[in-house]
């Protein structure tokens, strides 16, 4: 392996600490490095806290070091005041000659400013190791600001005759389809995603809290398709846990496609990514309208022989796992 693809790997494995917490920034990861030793490191803090960069420039104990050192990042570093200082001028103060970039930050505010500051103050830049894994470390950000959406992932569980709810059932809860470690892997993805969206119908039906009861971390935003504003109050999704967005008509117009009015509401309120656990009638507005990046689909060994057919999905499968006696699948849309 190459010497700065080895650290820019470094900069994103520990760019994954900052995973759901750094939202709505993206979760980025830097090294500084000093006659082929690491000196310093870093990843973006939860929102409002410093950056990767600030951060790994922190953690160098002889700040003398940094004017001869090599700072590695996966993403541009940003050239704006927002909740933080800029990062390209804390770099330029400790007068780190040289950066190496994984991909350019294609945020407007950004977009080759912060490496034009650099290059201006003397700095040697160097953009483009490992790209293509740097983008997809930065995905949602990416997305949310290229395709003026939130990245998006559909997940659902299915039972083996392709139903993803019986036909019947006795009480206003969730019908259990997968096992109970299927279900904790889905609240760890909960706890990494901004949002997560379900229809009315769903609310009804399941009295679902849509939070991530089942593992550490933040609870995502939930988002209720609620056309007549009329869901009753004592649903669970109405409870102190987590904030809670309903989308009625009055944010959105139902005689017409309905996705993309979803995708600009959130995006307007500033969510970078969100996952949408049902239901089928949900789920198939996304499908239908192509507006998916990735799908997560639980296929069981239950039965139901009659009931509500799962979605209908047409899309890459990236990989298959066995969580006991269920089969989780991952697609991308391509």
Not at 258 to 277: D, F, G, M
Request: charged share 20%; proline share 4%.
């Amino acid at each position: 392996m190459k010497i700065h693809e080895k650290y820019i790997n470094r900069c994103i494995e520990i760019a994954k600490n900052g995973l759901g917490t750094t939202r709505p920034n993206p979760m980025v990861g830097c090294v500084i490095v000093l006659n082929n030793t690491i000196i310093g490191e870093g990843f973006t803090s939860a929102y409002g806290g410093p950056h990767a960069e600030v951060n790994a420039i922190q953690s160098v104990t002889n700040k003398s070091l940094l004017k001869d050192a090599t700072l590695y990042v996966t993403l541009e570093p940003c050239s704006h005041f927002g909740k933080t200082p800029p990062c390209s001028d804390l770099i330029i103060k400790h007068k780190i000659p040289k950066i190496i970039i994984g991909t350019i930050d294609d945020n407007s505010l950004v977009a080759g400013q912060g490496i034009k500051k650099l290059e201006t103050s003397g700095c040697e830049v160097l953009v483009g190791i490992l790209e293509q894994e740097c983008k997809q470390l930065h995905k949602r950000f990416f997305t949310f600001h290229n395709k003026k959406r939130p990245y998006i992932i559909l997940k659902w569980a299915e039972s083996a005759d392709g139903f993803i709810a019986p036909k019947t059932k006795n009480e206003q809860k969730p019908v259990w389809i997968t096992n109970t470690f299927s279900r904790q892997l889905v609240h760890k993805w909960r706890t990494e995603e901004q949002a997560i969206l379900v229809g009315g119908n769903t609310v009804l039906q399941d009295n679902p809290s849509l939070t991530a009861r089942d593992w550490k971390g933040l609870n995502p935003t939930r988002i209720v398709i609620d056309k007549h504003n009329n869901l009753p109050e004592n649903n669970a999704v109405f409870n102190k846990e987590a904030e809670t967005l309903l989308l009625s008509s009055k944010q959105i117009d139902f005689s017409k496609p309905l996705a993309r009015q979803i995708c600009n509401t959130l995006h307007s309120k500033n969510i970078t990514s969100v996952i949408i656990e049902g239901g089928a009638k949900t789920l198939q507005y996304f499908i239908n309208e192509n507006l998916w990046d990735e799908a997560r689909v639980f296929y069981s060994t239950n039965i139901f022989n009659e009931g509500t057919k799962a979605p209908e999905l047409k899309g890459a499968l990236q990989s298959e796992n066995r969580i006991l006696n269920d089969t989780l699948k991952y697609f991308t849309n391509d």
